[in-house]
């Protein structure tokens, strides 16, 4: 079992910049890749981001590519999401999860509660 909990989210202004964190317990955070979705109001859960192992392959949704950037401390068992030149579009709940590498929430057997994140525009 691993439990995740996310942190970071909050209001921030159109092309300011948010790092949202994973704080993972319970079995070995780093046995697992490691996911980021996003779900807005009204629509469904989408893929943001993705990482194998500590140092291992990214993938990102285009809708974010350059702006996000997803990383990993074993030492600390968190994962963390930088996200940059926010936009309005980026308003959600994030999720963090883990399970095996992968762009399809299917994927991913662990997720955290969710945190806000808001941009104004």
């Known amino acids: 079992q691993v439990q995740l909990v996310e942190s970071g989210g909050g209001l921030v202004q159109a092309g300011g910049s948010l790092r949202l964190s994973c704080a993972a317990s319970g079995r070995t955070f780093g046995g697992y890749a490691m996911g980021w979705f996003r779900q807005a109001p009204g629509k469904e859960r989408e893929f943001v981001a993705a990482?194998?192992?500590?140092?291992?392959?990214?993938v990102y949704a285009d809708s974010v590519k350059g702006r996000f950037t997803i990383s990993r401390d074993s030492a600390k068992n968190t994962g963390y999401l930088q996200m940059n030149s926010l936009k309005s579009e980026d308003t959600a709940v994030y999720y963090c999860?883990?399970?095996?590498?992968?762009?399809?929430?299917?994927?991913?057997?662990?997720w955290g509660q969710g945190t806000q994140v808001t941009v104004s525009s």
């Open positions: 999860a883990a399970g095996i590498f992968s762009t399809s929430y299917k994927g991913y057997g662990y």
């Open positions: 990482m194998v192992g500590s140092n291992g392959g990214t």
